[in-house]
């Protein structure tokens, strides 16, 4: 009942002319930056940081959601209509919507990926809504060891369970790692890797990595080889669907939800897991199967709805525990930071309007999407043939706005470059990203709660495992590091049946 | 899915066009007989097959970058708790050596990171650093130029330049995109959102 009243608090917030303005024009922006090829979620919303660094933070937040929700929105369009997904998430979207889009039922495919995303949201926000404050009520009373035991967990997360290699993973963790060191020691002062510059001493700010990384290092990753001939976009007219389509698709909305929001609440990759899951489930139950690789319109509603579900999920543990599960929530949680804000078991208790007006804010943008996407779909489309070099010299463009926006210095621009280099040259030898990131942004808070702890007590390596939660949180980590046997049996499954 | 490991894969196959690749661990053992030439020709390929050991080279480079700066820490203020400021950059720096090794091992061993695909990423071309290296200019000199000429300026230059070096050959249309975007961002940021950017000596004059 409690989380009811405050939701209602969050929507008297999030209902607020400037708010609605805010949610209004992030679902835009993200739709059509979403809807760009070659940008996903993460980037778009490091590219748009800097335009919230003027706003306070309820609004910029709301904003962001907005930005979200609407480039996993506008993300399906390219799949569907382009059949090229720029994001693993997207993969499965066109395995099924490119088919239909090229036998005339790209509208259907549309209208299909549009209803499941705004099911799974609506699902998936809802069960934030029940699950995020019971979360953050059982660990309101965690302190340093636990919160220590969290980001070990967030750093072993993301390298084991994401890319292809651990060895890889591990080594842009150590690099994020070693980036988070640069600047003045938290409790002595001591300058470390600062080589006596001064504008080192501050620090390398987390936003210039996360756009550095994300964005810089992508755009030139794409120039080093970038397709000389675009691949043609499928015309389309207005996303509609039959009373036959419907009849085939509801049951897949719903299902889709169940299996992305607790793949999304735990470190398992983000969207692209469940995605999967949620297609082979739709194969196997559906009447239609040998519909399927052909244009089955389940296979695009189930997927769509199981990953905006899954970003809700992200959502639980992001900001109950702090712990970011996708690029997307390391970016934001770098946002969070910005304003001095750390998200955590306390959040819901010392920003309960800023958490509740977000969260109800989730639930606007939703409608908003669904108003937005449905009847201006061929509009959103002719986003697609942009010409290639405006795209990627907007990306650097805008990459160099948000760097400078920072703090006004010309030096951050040529450590943006050099991250950015970083980053190119990560892309090429298949370094993830991810973990380099997830290092900067935890890097420095992991090691002030392990100084803290180990004062307590008093030196002694057993005050880091002296609780009940911070012992689950490592037998959790322990089951992780074992998780690449349970990976080949999913991987061999995933084989057999792509 | 397929399509990613089948780009990296063709790429892998263009860049191991000589037969050097069969060779595991010693690479000129085999090529006695050869010409000096060609064992040249073998060594290079052997090299540019395995350039990732570079990356290898450049973690232990960072390692020991991160180690000497530790261990040149003042160590009369460490003494404040049992970990001092030197700890996590110890065990980092550890952390970077040993995963140098160990990549470089899996490199030699035959492992290789998988290139990024994306939407518009050919792998099947060999990489374009021509391109790279124009952009990277052209973003150095945004960098030097926001400060005198201020951001309408510096901006239009930079998206021009960009657009440019990525192969964009519309010597009327791309200025006029490039400025219009420039100044109508530094309106929205400067005097709409509040986040200042230098208006240089041109918005002196307007």
Same mark, same amino acid.
């Given at each position: 009942?409690?989380?009811?009243?405050?939701?209602?608090?969050?929507?008297?917030?999030?209902?607020?002319?400037?708010?609605?303005?805010?949610?209004?024009?992030?679902?835009?922006?993200?739709?059509?930056?979403?809807?760009?090829p070659g940008i996903g979620?993460?980037m778009?919303?490091?590219?748009?940081?800097?335009?919230?660094?003027?706003?306070?933070?309820?609004?910029?937040?709301?904003?962001?959601?907005?930005?979200?929700?609407?480039?996993?929105?506008?993300?399906?369009?390219?799949?569907?209509?382009l059949?090229t997904p720029g994001e693993s998430?997207?993969?499965?979207?066109?395995?099924?919507?490119?088919?239909?889009?090229?036998?005339?039922?790209?509208?259907?495919? $549309?209208?299909?990926?549009?209803?499941?995303?705004?099911?799974?949201?609506?699902?998936?926000?809802?069960?934030?809504?029940?699950?995020?404050?019971?979360?953050?009520?059982?660990?309101?009373?965690?302190?340093?060891?636990?919160?220590?035991?969290?980001?070990?967990?967030?750093?072993?997360?993301?390298?084991?369970?994401?890319?292809?290699?651990?060895?890889?993973?591990?080594?842009?963790?150590?690099?994020?790692?070693?980036?988070?060191?640069?600047?003045?020691?938290?409790?002595?002062?001591?300058?470390?890797?600062?080589?006596?510059?001064?504008?080192?001493?501050?620090?390398?700010?987390?936003?210039?990595?996360?756009?550095?990384?994300?964005?810089?290092g992508e755009a030139l990753w794409v120039a080093a080889h970038l397709r000389r001939t675009a691949g043609?976009?499928?015309?389309?007219?207005?996303?509609?669907?039959?009373?036959?389509?419907?009849?085939?698709?509801?049951?897949?909305?719903?299902?889709?939800?169940?299996?992305?929001?607790?793949?999304?609440?735990?470190?398992?990759?983000?969207?692209?897991?469940?995605?999967?899951?949620?297609?082979?489930?739709?194969?196997?139950?559906?009447?239609?199967?040998?519909?399927?690789?052909?244009?089955?319109?389940?296979?695009?509603?189930?997927?769509?709805?199981?990953?905006?579900?899954?970003?809700?999920?992200?959502?639980?543990?992001?900001?109950?525990?702090?712990?970011?599960?996708?690029?997307?929530?390391?970016?934001?949680?770098?946002?969070?930071?910005?304003?001095?804000?750390?998200?955590?078991?306390?959040?819901?208790?010392?920003?309960?309007?800023?958490?509740?007006?977000?969260?109800?804010?989730?639930?606007?943008?939703?409608?908003?999407?669904?108003?937005?996407?449905?009847?201006?779909?061929?509009?959103?489309?002719?986003?697609?043939?942009?010409?290639r070099?405006?795209l990627y010299?907007?990306i650097?463009?805008?990459?160099?706005?948000?760097?400078?926006?920072?703090?006004?210095?010309? $030096?951050?621009?040529?450590?943006?470059?050099?991250?950015?280099?970083?980053g190119l040259?990560?892309r090429r030898?298949g370094?993830?990203?991810?973990?380099?990131?997830?290092?900067?942004?935890?890097?420095?808070?992991?090691?002030?709660?392990?100084?803290?702890?180990?004062?307590?007590?008093?030196?002694?390596?057993?005050?880091?495992?002296?609780?009940?939660?911070?012992?689950?949180?490592?037998?959790?980590?322990?089951?992780?590091?074992?998780?690449?046997?349970?990976?080949?049996?999913?991987?061999?499954?995933?084989?057999?049946?792509? | 899915?397929?399509t990613e490991s089948e780009s990296t894969?063709s790429e892998?196959?263009?860049?191991?066009?000589?037969?050097?690749?069969?060779?595991?661990?010693?690479?000129?053992?085999?090529?006695?007989?050869?010409?000096?030439?060609?064992?040249?020709?073998?060594?290079?390929?052997?090299?540019?097959?395995?350039?990732?050991?570079?990356?290898?080279?450049?973690?232990?480079?960072?390692?020991?970058?991160?180690?000497?700066?530790?261990?040149?820490?003042?160590?009369?203020?460490?003494?404040?708790?049992?970990?001092?400021?030197?700890?996590?950059?110890?065990?980092?720096?550890?952390?970077?050596?040993?995963?140098?090794?160990?990549?470089?091992?899996?490199?030699?061993?035959?492992?290789?990171?998988e290139a990024e695909a994306g939407e518009d990423v050919d792998l099947t071309e060999p990489a374009d650093?021509?391109t790279v290296?124009?952009?990277?200019?052209?973003?150095?000199?945004?960098?030097?130029?926001?400060?005198?000429?201020?951001?309408?300026?510096?901006?239009?230059?930079?998206?021009?330049?960009?657009?440019?070096?990525l192969?964009?050959?519309?010597?009327?249309?791309?200025?006029?995109?490039?400025?219009?975007?420039?100044?109508?961002?530094?309106?929205?940021?400067?005097?709409?959102?509040?986040?200042?950017?230098?208006?240089?000596?041109?918005?002196?004059?307007?």
């Amino acid at each position: 009942m409690d989380s009811l009243n405050s939701l209602i608090d969050g929507f008297g917030t999030a209902l607020t002319p400037m708010n609605l303005l805010w949610a209004a024009v992030g679902v835009l922006l993200g739709t059509a930056i979403g809807v760009l090829p070659g940008i996903g979620p993460a980037m778009a919303v490091a590219l748009l940081l800097p335009v919230t660094y003027g706003l306070e933070p309820t609004g910029a937040f709301i904003m962001f959601a907005g930005i979200y929700y609407g480039a996993m929105f506008g993300g399906s369009t390219t799949s569907i209509l382009l059949n090229t997904p720029g994001e693993s998430a997207a993969v499965v979207a066109a395995i099924e919507g490119n088919p239909m889009a090229k036998t005339g039922r790209g509208a259907q495919a $549309l209208a299909a990926a549009a209803v499941g995303h705004f099911a799974g949201g609506m699902i998936g926000t809802i069960l934030l809504v029940v699950l995020a404050p019971t979360v953050a009520a059982l660990a309101v009373d965690i302190g340093a060891p636990d919160y220590l035991a969290l980001m070990v967990l967030a750093f072993i997360a993301v390298t084991s369970v994401l890319g292809s290699s651990r060895i890889r993973g591990l080594a842009s963790l150590l690099v994020g790692l070693t980036i988070g060191l640069v600047g003045l020691d938290q409790m002595t002062g001591q300058q470390r890797l600062t080589f006596g510059s001064l504008q080192l001493a501050d620090g390398v700010d987390v936003v210039i990595v996360a756009v550095g990384l994300f964005a810089i290092g992508e755009a030139l990753w794409v120039a080093a080889h970038l397709r000389r001939t675009a691949g043609e976009a499928i015309p389309v007219g207005r996303p509609w669907l039959g009373g036959e389509d419907v009849k085939r698709t509801w049951k897949s909305w719903l299902r889709g939800p169940l299996i992305g929001f607790p793949f999304g609440a735990i470190p398992a990759g983000g969207a692209e897991i469940p995605t999967f899951l949620s297609y082979v489930t739709e194969k196997r139950l559906s009447k239609h199967k040998e519909q399927f690789g052909k244009g089955a319109i389940e296979g695009v509603a189930g997927p769509e709805s199981a990953a905006s579900a899954s970003a809700a999920g992200t959502l639980v543990s992001m900001l109950t525990l702090g712990l970011p599960t996708t690029a997307v929530a390391a970016v934001m949680l770098a946002a969070f930071q910005q304003y001095g804000i750390q998200p955590g078991p306390l959040l819901f208790e010392r920003e309960p309007d800023l958490v509740w007006g977000l969260i109800a804010s989730l639930f606007v943008g939703m409608v908003l999407l669904l108003a937005l996407n449905l009847p201006l779909a061929p509009v959103w489309a002719k986003l697609l043939r942009i010409p290639r070099p405006y795209l990627y010299a907007g990306i650097l463009f805008f990459a160099a706005v948000g760097a400078y926006a920072v703090g006004g210095e010309a $030096l951050d621009l040529v450590i943006l470059l050099v991250i950015g280099l970083i980053g190119l040259g990560m892309r090429r030898y298949g370094l993830p990203v991810l973990p380099a990131v997830i290092g900067v942004i935890l890097g420095p808070a992991a090691e002030q709660q392990l100084r803290r702890a180990l004062q307590i007590s008093d030196g002694s390596v057993t005050g880091l495992v002296n609780t009940p939660f911070s012992i689950t949180v490592y037998a959790v980590v322990v089951l992780l590091l074992t998780w690449p046997l349970l990976r080949k049996v999913v991987v061999r499954r995933r084989n057999v049946s792509a | 899915m397929s399509t990613e490991s089948e780009s990296t894969e063709s790429e892998n196959t263009t860049s191991v066009s000589t037969p050097a690749g069969s060779t595991s661990s010693g690479g000129t053992t085999s090529v006695s007989t050869a010409s000096v030439s060609t064992r040249k020709g073998n060594l290079a390929a052997w090299w540019r097959e395995r350039s990732e050991l570079g990356v290898g080279v450049l973690l232990f480079v960072l390692g020991a970058l991160v180690l000497t700066d530790a261990l040149t820490l003042d160590a009369d203020l460490a003494g404040r708790g049992p970990v001092g400021p030197a700890t996590v950059p110890l065990v980092v720096g550890c952390g970077l050596l040993v995963v140098a090794v160990l990549l470089s091992v899996d490199v030699l061993r035959g492992g290789r990171g998988e290139a990024e695909a994306g939407e518009d990423v050919d792998l099947t071309e060999p990489a374009d650093w021509r391109t790279v290296l124009l952009l990277a200019g052209v973003f150095l000199a945004f960098a030097v130029l926001i400060g005198p000429v201020g951001f309408p300026v510096a901006g239009a230059l930079l998206f021009w330049g960009a657009a440019y070096a990525l192969g964009s050959r519309h010597f009327h249309r791309d200025p006029l995109i490039a400025a219009a975007l420039s100044l109508l961002t530094y309106v929205v940021f400067d005097k709409l959102l509040g986040v200042p950017l230098p208006g240089g000596p041109l918005m002196g004059v307007i």
